[in-house]
């Protein structure tokens, strides 16, 4: 069964960065279309970043320019790193193929943006 792992979330001001990672087992990244997913309060979960299998990327409107997703294939790690944070990034963050997650979702990163 593929297990999903994200980490790297925190407290971060308005306007800083942070870079979250998901590693997963039973899956390897280079070969599935996979994105991040964040859920913010009382909302229900979007698709904030999709890296493509054949290296197409795509942005939710919001984050373009400011989100980067990558990876890592050697470490079967998925990366998003975040800048000029604002305070609707706030949510939990989560990594699954995309656009349609086909596995069991991972804890998540609780990632807040203070204004």
């Excluded at 939710?60 to 980067?68: A, E, N």
């Excluded at 294939?73 to 790193?81: A, P, R």
């Excluded at 997650?101 to 990163?109: N, S």
Aim: hydrophobic fraction near 30%; aromatic fraction near 10%.
């Amino acid at each position: 069964q593929v297990q999903l792992v994200e980490s790297g979330g925190g407290l971060v001001q308005a306007g800083g960065s942070l870079r979250i990672s998901c590693s997963a087992t039973g899956m390897l990244f280079k070969f599935n279309s996979v994105g991040w997913f964040r859920q913010a309060p009382g909302k229900q979960r979007e698709l904030v970043a999709r890296l493509h299998d054949a290296g197409i990327i795509r942005y939710l409107d919001s984050v373009k320019g400011r989100f980067t997703i990558s990876s890592d294939y050697s470490k079967n790690t998925l990366y998003l790193q975040m800048n000029s944070l604002k305070s609707e990034d706030t949510g939990v963050y989560y990594c699954n193929t995309a656009p349609g997650p086909q596995h069991p979702w991972g804890p998540g990163t609780q990632v807040t943006v203070s204004s």
